[in-house]
């Protein structure tokens, strides 16, 4: 997605409308479960939406900063009810953000 390899969304399970018109638009409020993960030998899991917000989904709306500039640029390619894999470098993930934004 950055043209150099080193953000990466690849899709899993294929979401339902047409691409790109139902993509979120810039500005969307967006609703998205997520699994964050490190890429180290055992996978760690640091955050989980259906563990760590009581099962609920991420709420936030698009274009305000509120998360990694990574995750925002893949969610606003991602149709609704669409399962991705996002591979995101640290530049683009969480080296400016706190954990405890979440």
Known sequence: MLG???LIKRRIVDGRGEFPMDCPLHDS???VHYKGMLLNEEK???YDTRVD???E???FSSGEGLV???FEMCVRLVLPEE???VTCPPDYAYDKFTRSIF
């Open 83 to 85: 399962i991705s894999l």
């Open 44 to 46: 760690t899991v640091f």
């Open 57 to 59: 989904p991420l709420v």
């Open 53 to 55: 917000n009581d099962g």
């Open 68 to 70: 990694p500039e990574g």
């Open 29 to 31: 409020l967006l609703r």
């Open 4 to 6: 150099d390899g080193r």
